[in-house]
């Protein structure tokens, strides 16, 4: 059995990865609790923790560019529409959703990782 936190032959790491987005993201809202930013920056810091998922991304062979939704099938992104477009967008909404929930008597416990 394969241990999930050695590094791939390509010299990936998955959890890595996960753990650095995870981390500026919590520094990203730390951060904010310390300045009290504007709205207009809070909606986009988010961008900055997908930074090192694009990259992951990109340097992995093995990268699924497309997303299969019920009733529609499968859409494929080509070029890097699906890098510096999707994954930019599903960390931004899954980011500030979060974010959201905590403001709402500390309902961020209750998310998944």
Same mark, same amino acid.
């Given at each position: 059995?394969?241990? &999930?936190? =050695?590094?791939?032959?390509?010299?990936?790491?998955?959890?890595? +990865?996960?753990?650095?987005?995870?981390? $500026?993201?919590? %520094?990203?809202?730390?951060?904010?609790?310390?300045?009290?930013? @504007?709205?207009?920056? @809070?909606?986009?810091?988010?961008?900055?923790?997908?930074?090192?998922?694009?990259?992951?991304?990109?340097? &992995?062979?093995? /990268?699924?560019?497309?997303? &299969?939704?019920?009733? #529609?099938?499968?859409?494929? $992104? =080509?070029?890097?529409?699906?890098? %510096?477009?999707? #994954?930019?967008? #599903?960390?931004?909404?899954? /980011?500030?959703? #979060?974010?959201?929930?905590?403001?709402?008597?500390?309902?961020? +416990?209750?998310?998944?990782?």
């Amino acid at each position: 059995m394969e241990n &999930s936190g =050695e590094l791939s032959p390509d010299g990936l790491s998955v959890p890595l +990865t996960l753990a650095a987005c995870v981390l $500026f993201g919590g %520094f990203m809202g730390l951060l904010d609790d310390w300045m009290d930013l @504007k709205w207009r920056y @809070k909606a986009f810091m988010p961008l900055i923790a997908a930074l090192p998922l694009i990259s992951y991304a990109l340097a &992995s062979p093995l /990268t699924r560019t497309s997303i &299969s939704l019920p009733f #529609i099938g499968a859409i494929p $992104f =080509e070029g890097g529409l699906y890098y %510096f477009l999707v #994954i930019p967008i #599903i960390v931004m909404i899954v /980011t500030n959703t #979060i974010n959201m929930l905590g403001g709402l008597n500390g309902l961020e +416990t209750l998310c998944p990782p």
